[in-house]
């Protein structure tokens, strides 16, 4: 089992649609979850840490579920601009610390 | 403005020639990364550091080396590139990586150097 995982997509969804994304990730000993967001050709960039009560930030919703070993990212009334690809990054505490595992991302494609 | 600066942007380069990419934050932190990001097979750590003097290597180490003088700085070097080096680089920063609360810290990018060597 890969040590993050994500459904690479592509998502075609309309705008104002809701889309979901999930990532599971293989080390139960895991203590730190984030969403990124990649532009085509551009830098990831942080669009919200996951926190373990579930944290919301306007139209995202991040959920992190310990027993299943897996974290989502809500996207509610989907705009234009949320045309992207959406990485999952899990920190693993104790061990090789500071190395941050990426999963693949998640591509997302938002149509008029 | 805090950022992370990498130089060069683009670099087309000949099989073995040296070359360095800089990269610098001015954020104070003591974290700081590499990666490369090929198609297909998503963000992979080359090397890290988790301060001055320290460094370790991440997944995918062959080929490169890195040097943390000093805090703000942490260049990466291709002694000898070869084709399969070809491919997009960023350099990362974060607050610290030590201690619990620590492990919040969100890593900040630099805008990427795409490099091919021909």
């Known amino acids: 089992r890969k040590e993050v995982e994500q459904d690479p997509g592509p998502f075609n969804v309309p705008e104002g649609a809701t889309v979901a994304f999930n990532c599971t990730y293989s080390?139960?000993?895991?203590?730190?979850f984030f969403w990124y967001r990649q532009d085509c050709r551009k830098e990831p960039k942080l669009l919200m840490s996951?926190?373990?009560s579930g944290n919301e930030d306007g139209r995202f919703t991040a959920q992190l579920n310990r027993a299943s070993q897996y974290i989502s990212l809500l996207i509610r009334d989907s705009k234009l601009s949320d045309s992207a690809t959406y990485l999952c990054v899990v920190s693993n505490y104790g061990g090789s610390q500071g190395n941050l595992i990426f999963g693949k991302g998640t591509k997302l494609s938002v149509k008029p | 403005e805090a950022q992370v600066t990498q130089n060069p942007r683009y670099l087309i380069t000949v099989t073995g020639k040296k070359l360095t990419v800089t990269c610098s934050q001015n954020m104070n932190h003591e974290y700081m990364s590499w990666y490369r990001q090929d198609p297909g097979l998503g963000l992979r750590q080359i090397y890290y550091s988790m301060n001055v003097e320290v460094t370790d290597k991440g997944d995918v180490p062959e080929g490169y080396k890195v040097s943390r003088k000093e805090k703000r700085n942490f260049p990466l070097i291709l002694e000898s590139p070869s084709p399969n080096q070809t491919s997009l680089y960023f350099c990362?920063?974060?607050?610290?990586?030590?201690?619990?609360?620590?492990?919040?810290?969100?890593?900040?990018f630099g805008n990427g150097t795409r490099l091919t060597v021909t």
């Open positions: 080390n139960s000993a895991s203590q730190s």
């Open positions: 996951v926190y373990s």
């Open positions: 990362a920063s974060s607050l610290s990586s030590r201690g619990r609360s620590s492990y919040n810290s969100p890593l900040h």
